[in-house]
């Protein structure tokens, strides 16, 4: 089937795309799945990036940006912010703590939608904000269910060590103590897509004074309930 649409330069844009779709790629490996002449990959990505519809990791790879995101949740067709945010609200008022979703891009994790504690000391993660895949539960999720060689550099100076991993992968979700900031601790559990993939984090944060050194064992169960309840919305709405 022809799936031209007569704009030769767009089309081409959105080959880009498609492939960054699979995750971060190399010139060469955009030149070889676009099957695109690599002068014209190489001018297509770097004015997407311009545009922040591509970024890079720290590895120089082209990944997709941050503005696809931003175009989802401004269209209202982003599923999984639509099925997330009542859940996090009611996390939110089940725990007593703030509550947020985080997607990774590259080598960062986006936090995407948030649920806010109205009032008290609490830990405020705003829309938006670029957190590192080296600290936090939710940096533990989204690194744990990753293939082995790139579980493993994502393991480079981070706080936690491989079979912090395996437990998270065992049990199911992850907390960390002053991992990402001092005096604050988190619980955080996949969501899962299509074919089971990790396609995010749920979490909750908060205080150590409230959350203890062991915030698992507070609040483990409601955010396993609250990532299961949406990983089945995924499901029930992609057949």
Known sequence: MDN????????????VL????????????????TGLARPTAHRLAVALEHHRLVHRDAQGRFILGPRLAELAVAAGEDRLLAIAQPVLAQLRDLTGESAQLYRRQ?????????????????DTV??????????????????????????????RGAKFEAATLASVRR???AQSVGEREQ?????????????GRV???????G???????????LHAAPVVAAAERISEAMRRTAT
């Open 4 to 15: 031209s649409s007569g704009v030769g330069v767009l089309d081409k844009a959105v080959l």
């Open 18 to 33: 498609n492939a960054l779709e699979a995750g971060p790629a190399s010139l060469a490996s955009l030149v070889q799945t």
């Open 106 to 122: 590259g080598d960062v994790r986006v936090c995407v939608a948030a649920a806010e504690r109205s009032s008290g000391l609490r």
């Open 126 to 155: 705003p829309v938006g904000s670029a957190l590192p895949m080296t600290a936090g539960s939710a940096a533990q999720i989204l690194l744990a269910w990753e293939e082995p060689d790139r579980l493993h550099r994502g393991l």
């Open 171 to 173: 049990r199911g979700w």
């Open 183 to 195: 005096g604050v601790g988190s619980v955080s559990a996949p969501i899962r897509g299509t074919g």
């Open 199 to 205: 396609v995010a984090a749920i979490s909750v944060s």
């Open 207 to 217: 205080p150590l004074e409230r959350l203890t050194r062991s915030p698992g064992r």
